[in-house]
C-alpha cells in the first residue's frame, strides 16, 4: 500500500515537475513525435512503387479536402478541386495539340499567378519535367509563356526556333510567326482526370522531381 501511494503521489507531482523546470518538454516531446511521424511517412512513401511525389500529395488533398481554398490570388480563390479540373485541362490540350512525351522537358516563362501553379501541375501529371533554369541548360522542347511576357519571349524567338523549340503563349491569338496562342484549347479541352501510368517511370533521378513548385 505504501508503495502504490508513493507511485501516485510521484505521478500527481510529475507534471509539476515537468512545468517547473522543464517548461518546453511536452511541447518538445510533440515536436519530435511529430518529426518520427513524418520521418516514417517518408521512409514508407519512397518505397512506392511508383513514387510518391507532390502531384500525388496534392491529388490527394483534392479528394480530401475538395473545396477548401487552394490559392488565393488577388480578388479570386481557386480551391483543390478547381485547381485540379484546371491542370488537366492544361494537360489534355498538350497531350492532344502538342508532341510532348513522358519525360520530355517544357521550360515555363510565367509570373507568380495561378496559371504557373495549373501548367507546373500539368506538366507533372504528363510526366514532363517543367524548369525555370537557363534555357539552354535544359534542353526544352517547349516554352509555355505567359501573354504578359510576349515581347520578352519575341526578343528571342529567333534562337527557340533555331533549336526547333515550340512556344506557346497563354492567350487566345496571337500574330507572330512562330508563337501559337494556346488558351483556346485549354478551354476547349477536357477536364478529365490523366492516367498514372504516364508519370509511372519516374525516379528520384528524374528531373520532374528536382523542381516542385514553392506550395509544396
Request: one cysteine or more.
Amino acid at each position: 500500500m505504501y508503495l502504490v501511494s508513493i507511485l501516485f503521489a510521484s505521478l500527481a507531482i510529475t507534471p509539476l515537475v515537468l512545468k517547473t523546470f522543464f517548461p518546453y518538454f511536452w511541447k518538445d516531446a510533440f515536436y519530435l513525435a511529430n518529426l518520427v511521424r513524418i520521418f516514417l511517412k517518408l521512409v514508407l512513401r519512397r518505397r512506392r512503387k511508383p513514387l510518391f511525389l507532390v502531384l500525388d500529395r496534392f491529388l490527394e488533398q483534392s479528394v480530401t479536402h475538395a473545396d477548401r481554398p487552394f490559392i488565393v490570388f488577388e480578388n479570386k480563390t481557386y480551391s483543390y478541386l478547381d485547381t485540379d479540373r484546371r491542370s488537366n485541362k492544361i494537360a489534355n490540350a498538350l497531350q492532344r495539340h502538342s508532341k510532348l512525351r513522358p519525360g520530355d522537358t517544357v521550360a515555363l516563362f510565367m509570373g507568380n499567378e495561378p496559371a504557373f501553379i495549373f501548367t507546373w501541375l500539368a506538366l507533372a501529371k504528363l510526366g514532363c519535367p517543367s524548369l525555370l533554369h537557363c534555357f539552354n541548360c535544359c534542353s526544352a522542347k517547349l516554352l509555355i509563356a505567359a501573354e504578359e511576357l510576349q515581347e520578352a519571349v519575341e526578343e528571342v524567338l529567333p534562337s527557340l526556333r533555331e533549336q526547333g523549340v515550340c512556344v506557346y503563349l497563354m492567350t487566345k491569338q496571337c500574330d507572330t510567326p512562330g508563337v501559337e496562342g494556346f488558351s483556346d484549347q485549354v478551354e476547349e479541352a477536357s477536364d478529365t482526370p490523366l492516367p498514372q501510368a504516364l508519370r509511372s517511370d519516374i525516379t528520384f533521378k528524374t528531373a520532374t522531381v528536382y523542381d516542385p513548385p514553392v506550395f509544396c
